[in-house]
């Protein structure tokens, strides 16, 4: 078969951290013979390159090139390049991994859609990715339709025809950005771009021992000469106008005018700040025309006309205004309905952990934001309560083990609370989280889920935990089978977020409330009231233990008003003689593997009946007895010090 995919890994010094890479790459679902991967070790002086040397002799996918150190990762990918068979090439760092099927995943997509280039969903551990590009899957992706733009890594997979019919590779030697000029590239002469957004297809992970490359601090100087080099790179591939324009916010947004907002500008050194300052303003005089600044948000525009007019003092003022302002997501309601969760929350900013009060009356940011940094507060402030019908509100789920985000569909109203002299800006966000897909449509892996909520309102967009709500008020949730799994909303201790526990922490999942109080047994016929909800009548099976094992079918039925369910299901008398049956539940009993809960009722069957009993407590029995033994013992040793001893 010809090779689909060539997978191209530069390495330098990963240590353990290349294992995960490894690992991952070995997992693929595409055939073995369909893909194959290349590492090229840039002169790694640690144990990597007899690992590799290793691995190439025991799989025949793996190859393992060895060069002299470059310096960076560009002369590596383009050596990988050179020897990649396959007609497609995936670049992945030696400190992340893939997820399972991501080649298999983002090769067919693209085929299928003509994509030049592949762009997968990501995750970030402790790593930023794009979210807004992965909201949803855009099988015809361009910078102008859809914001590609945000991910300029290389982590992408690219057809290898493409790139040698523009004679595309990575600039070479120790610098940076030189991923954001490669891709870049990519993105404005491919014929087609494809974002994969239902699959995760790479992870990002930020190491222990924070060495990835781009988490070392940078010169300022070197820094933004390159950057210059992906600005050169629009400007030759685009006209003038507000497609460059916008391509060119990006680097202002994220590179100058991120790094000089809020908390991040703030915890630096004043001399490294000014340093950092002094290059930013001069690119963003030498390179952006007004367009560009234009664009952004209030508070971006501030920050970006202030670099602009060199005001420095006022720069650092209001960062540290911006320092202060949070996100606060209360929940106000956590309920199922016909298999769908159901969450209601009020989220709204704060200042100094309380909530920010706007002024009564907004007013339009027009015209050049003010070089004064307490008039640009008010300028900011003055004009988000004018954009608040605006205002976005949405919840995610992150998967705690993979940070994988996903949104769940939402709707939003908005109100305005007077406060004194001003006004309170609340949203309430209904969100239904359909608990059989909450993966963005696909099932959801067993694990823990965060909640949280992301709110964009003119100036700034935030994200926080959905929580905690207040103790006396807090809701209830009950846990749900759906999608052939256990799906449990809890509270997380001590903070009270909000989180989804997936075929974990069964004792959590209420079944000790499944008392003989609420078993009924009338002839054969058992019913009880448990306290799983289930959308609609749900096969199941009741393991009767004593002597013997029986398996007993019986059927989980939405109880009135969404309370749970109820188990039916009908004894088998004449098996059950003369002895006390303990119970378990086996809420999938099609799954390959039977998962017992144990229920906290026994049946005891006499003279031919059968009545509900409290289960007994093993435990509590092997409690008891050591008890009696401790007590005994000190008997015995009081006894025996009051009997003389021979010759005393």
Same mark, same amino acid.
């Given at each position: 078969m010809?090779?689909?995919?060539s997978?191209?890994?530069?390495v330098?010094n990963?240590g353990v951290?290349?294992?995960?890479?490894i690992?991952s790459?070995?997992?693929? =679902?595409l055939?073995?013979d369909?893909?194959?991967?290349?590492?090229?070790d840039?002169?790694?002086?640690d144990?990597? &390159?007899g690992?590799?040397?290793?691995l190439?002799?025991?799989?025949p996918?793996?190859?393992?090139?060895?060069?002299?150190?470059s310096?960076? =990762?560009g002369? &590596?990918r383009?050596?990988g390049?050179?020897a990649?068979q396959?007609e497609f090439v995936m670049?992945?760092?030696n400190?992340?991994?893939?997820?399972?099927?991501?080649l298999?995943?983002m090769?067919?997509y693209g085929v299928?859609n003509g994509?030049?280039v592949?762009?997968?969903?990501?995750?970030?551990?402790?790593?930023?990715? $794009?979210?807004?590009?992965?909201r949803r899957?855009r099988?015809?992706?361009s910078v102008?339709? *859809? $914001?590609l733009?945000?991910s300029? +890594?290389p982590?992408k997979?690219i057809?290898r025809?493409f790139?040698d019919?523009?004679?595309?590779?990575f600039p070479?030697?120790?610098?940076?950005?030189?991923?954001?000029?490669?891709i870049?590239? *990519?993105?404005l002469r491919?014929?087609?771009?494809s974002v994969?957004?239902?699959?995760v297809?790479?992870?990002h !992970?930020s190491?222990?021992d924070?060495?990835?490359?781009?988490?070392?601090?940078?010169?300022?100087?070197?820094?933004f000469?390159?950057?210059r080099?992906a600005?050169?790179?629009?400007e030759?591939y685009?006209?003038?106008?507000?497609v460059?324009d916008?391509?060119?916010?990006?680097w202002l947004?994220?590179?100058m005018?991120?790094?000089m907002r809020?908390k991040?500008f703030s915890?630096?050194p004043?001399?490294?700040r000014?340093s950092?300052?002094a290059e930013?303003h *001069?690119?963003?005089?030498e390179?952006f025309?007004?367009g560009?600044a234009?664009g !952004?948000?209030p508070?971006?525009?501030?920050?970006a *006309?202030?670099?602009a007019a060199?005001?420095?003092d006022d720069?650092?003022?209001?960062?540290?205004w911006?320092?202060g #302002?949070?996100?606060?997501?209360?929940?106000?309601a956590?309920t199922?309905?016909?298999?769908?969760?159901r969450?209601?929350?009020?989220a709204?900013?704060? =200042?100094g952990?309380?909530?920010l009060v706007?002024?009564?009356e907004?007013? $339009?940011?027009?015209?050049? $934001?003010?070089l004064?940094?307490?008039?640009?507060?008010?300028?900011?402030?003055?004009?988000?309560?004018?954009?608040f019908e605006?205002?976005s509100g949405?919840?995610?789920l992150?998967d705690?083990?993979?940070?994988a985000?996903?949104f769940?569909p939402v709707t939003?109203?908005?109100?305005?609370t007077p406060?004194?002299?001003?006004?309170?800006?609340v949203?309430r966000?209904t969100?239904s989280v359909?608990a059989a897909?909450?993966a963005g449509?696909?099932?959801p892996d067993?694990?823990?889920?965060d909640a949280?909520?992301?709110v964009?309102?003119?100036?700034?967009?935030?994200?926080?935990?959905?929580?905690?709500a207040?103790?006396d008020?807090?809701?209830?949730?009950?846990g749900?089978?759906?999608?052939g799994r256990?799906?449990?909303p809890?509270? +997380?201790r001590?903070?009270?977020?909000l989180a989804?526990?997936?075929?974990?922490t069964p004792e959590?999942?209420?079944?000790?409330?499944?008392?003989p109080?609420?078993?009924?047994?009338?002839?054969g016929?058992l019913r009880?009231a448990?306290?799983l909800?289930?959308?609609?009548? +749900?096969?199941?099976v009741?393991?009767?233990?004593?002597?013997? #094992?029986?398996?007993?079918?019986?059927t989980?039925s939405?109880?009135a008003?969404?309370?749970g369910?109820?188990?039916d299901?009908?004894?088998? !008398?004449a098996e059950?003689r003369?002895?006390t049956?303990?119970v378990?539940?086996?809420?999938f009993?099609?799954?390959?593997?039977?998962?017992?809960?144990?229920?906290p009722f026994?049946?005891?069957?006499?003279a031919g009946?059968?009545?509900?009993?409290?289960?007994?407590n093993?435990g509590g029995?092997?409690r008891?007895a050591?008890?009696?033994?401790?007590?005994?013992g000190?008997?015995?040793r009081?006894a025996?010090?009051?009997?003389?001893?021979?010759?005393?």
């Amino acid at each position: 078969m010809p090779v689909k995919v060539s997978v191209v890994v530069p390495v330098y010094n990963p240590g353990v951290y290349i294992e995960d890479c490894i690992a991952s790459l070995k997992r693929q =679902s595409l055939p073995p013979d369909e893909y194959e991967v290349i590492f090229v070790d840039d002169g790694s002086t640690d144990g990597t &390159p007899g690992r590799l040397d290793e691995l190439a002799t025991e799989d025949p996918r793996m190859r393992v090139i060895h060069q002299e150190n470059s310096g960076w =990762s560009g002369k &590596p990918r383009n050596v990988g390049i050179a020897a990649a068979q396959g007609e497609f090439v995936m670049f992945v760092d030696n400190d992340d991994y893939l997820g399972d099927e991501a080649l298999e995943r983002m090769h067919d997509y693209g085929v299928a859609n003509g994509a030049d280039v592949i762009v997968g969903k990501m995750a970030g551990k402790g790593r930023g990715v $794009p979210i807004e590009l992965f909201r949803r899957n855009r099988p015809h992706a361009s910078v102008e339709n *859809a $914001p590609l733009i945000d991910s300029l +890594t290389p982590h992408k997979m690219i057809r290898r025809a493409f790139l040698d019919d523009i004679g595309l590779r990575f600039p070479e030697g120790r610098r940076r950005l030189e991923d954001h000029v490669f891709i870049a590239e *990519a993105y404005l002469r491919a014929k087609n771009v494809s974002v994969l957004s239902d699959y995760v297809c790479y992870y990002h !992970l930020s190491r222990d021992d924070a060495s990835n490359a781009g988490f070392q601090q940078f010169d300022p100087v070197g820094y933004f000469r390159n950057l210059r080099e992906a600005l050169d790179v629009v400007e030759k591939y685009t006209e003038p106008g507000e497609v460059r324009d916008r391509l060119f916010r990006r680097w202002l947004r994220v590179e100058m005018v991120e790094r000089m907002r809020g908390k991040r500008f703030s915890k630096y050194p004043d001399d490294y700040r000014r340093s950092l300052f002094a290059e930013i303003h *001069a690119v963003a005089v030498e390179r952006f025309g007004p367009g560009v600044a234009a664009g !952004l948000p209030p508070a971006q525009r501030v920050v970006a *006309a202030l670099i602009a007019a060199n005001r420095y003092d006022d720069v650092v003022a209001f960062a540290e205004w911006e320092a202060g #302002i949070g996100l606060k997501a209360v929940p106000e309601a956590v309920t199922w309905e016909d298999g769908t969760l159901r969450v209601g929350l009020r989220a709204e900013f704060t =200042s100094g952990g309380e909530p920010l009060v706007f002024p009564a009356e907004g007013a $339009p940011a027009t015209g050049e $934001p003010p070089l004064d940094a307490a008039e640009a507060i008010a300028w900011v402030a003055a004009d988000s309560v004018t954009r608040f019908e605006k205002a976005s509100g949405d919840l995610m789920l992150r998967d705690r083990a993979s940070a994988a985000h996903h949104f769940q569909p939402v709707t939003v109203t908005r109100e305005t609370t007077p406060d004194g002299d001003g006004v309170r800006l609340v949203l309430r966000v209904t969100a239904s989280v359909p608990a059989a897909t909450l993966a963005g449509g696909a099932a959801p892996d067993a694990g823990l889920w965060d909640a949280l909520v992301r709110v964009r309102l003119g100036a700034w967009t935030k994200e926080c935990r959905l929580g905690p709500a207040p103790l006396d008020d807090r809701p209830a949730p009950q846990g749900a089978l759906a999608g052939g799994r256990t799906v449990l909303p809890y509270w +997380t201790r001590p903070h009270g977020n909000l989180a989804l526990a997936v075929d974990r922490t069964p004792e959590r999942l209420g079944l000790d409330r499944v008392t003989p109080a609420v078993v009924t047994v009338t002839g054969g016929q058992l019913r009880a009231a448990v306290p799983l909800h289930v959308a609609d009548d +749900t096969k199941v099976v009741l393991r009767l233990g004593s002597a013997t #094992i029986l398996d007993v079918p019986a059927t989980l039925s939405p109880a009135a008003a969404g309370q749970g369910s109820v188990l039916d299901a009908e004894l088998p !008398l004449a098996e059950l003689r003369g002895a006390t049956w303990r119970v378990a539940l086996n809420p999938f009993p099609d799954a390959g593997e039977p998962r017992h809960l144990v229920l906290p009722f026994a049946l005891r069957a006499r003279a031919g009946t059968v009545r509900a009993v409290r289960a007994p407590n093993p435990g509590g029995t092997r409690r008891l007895a050591r008890r009696v033994r401790r007590g005994l013992g000190k008997v015995l040793r009081a006894a025996k010090a009051r009997i003389p001893q021979r010759g005393k």
